[in-house]
């Protein structure tokens, strides 16, 4: 791929949102996000970034954003960089055809609107399973499992005593649907 070919590549996906903001570099900003285009000096590698989440929001998801980047981001990859966790897709230019560079696009602006989403579900999913097991080892039904919850809950060791009923409610609702939906795998 050519310079000329990501500038026209650019200019078809996203229109009038693309400036070149040095030589070898452009900018896309549209009302949801910003991706940055960059070449190396020598034009050799293309490298493509879009800021997803602050640093510190990212790190308590590192382990589950390591394990993305081992399974499920494809050719793009979460990284760290100036306080910011980045989507990003490394590639050499020589070898990049107009067809990929739009897939990794594709994937990066995807992994920019899951945010830290995934990565929070993740982590929620395998608490609820160190939960099931430990009680699973007690020897605790599923309703002692969610009364003993909600007992942590009315103590303060689980969520806020200023939630308002209807957020304990929800709160103990997620729980229950968390558990029932994963007891079953402990067994």
Known sequence: MTPEQIHSTLIQLFDDQVTAIAPGSWQVETPDFRLLTLLSEDQAWLRILIPIASAQEALPFAEQLLEANFDRTQET??????????????????????????????????????????CFNQLVETRVRQIIQIARKKGQSLEMTLQMLDRFYQEGIMGDLGDSPQTREETMAAWKYQLERLWEDHE
């Open 77 to 118: 990859r979460y990284a760290l960089q100036e306080g910011t966790l980045w989507g990003v897709f490394q590639h050499n230019l020589a070898h990049l055809n107009p067809s990929d560079f739009s897939a990794a696009i594709q994937q990066l602006v995807t992994l920019h609107q899951t945010g830290l989403s995934a």
